[in-house]
């Protein structure tokens, strides 16, 4: 009967902090959703895939950089001006 007992007993233990935990996470999650999206840690970028630009790579030196920042020489892209000059001289 005593082990009964303890057994129960345990099982109410763990029941308790279960519920505790699963009551923590759910605060967690609101208050988060409360602060809005950009003070929430795990948030999401700020941009979308709506923001996504090509990236096109430097004919001197192979970096990649957005097409609106590449510097555009004939039919090559080039990451500054300095190197599309180089590459002309």
């Known amino acids: ?11 109410l233990v763990i029941l308790a902090l279960k519920k505790k935990a699963r009551d923590m996470q759910s605060r967690a999650y609101q208050s988060r959703s409360e602060m809005g999206p950009a003070s929430a840690p795990s948030a999401a970028p700020a941009h979308t895939v709506k923001d996504a630009e090509d990236m096109v790579s430097c004919a001197h030196c192979q970096l990649y950089v957005p097409v609106s920042d590449a510097v555009l020489r004939g039919e090559l892209h080039f990451c500054s ?9």
């Open 1 to 11: 009967m005593r082990i009964i007992l303890w057994l129960v007993l345990g099982v």
């Open 81 to 89: 001006v300095a190197h599309a000059d180089q590459h002309t001289h």
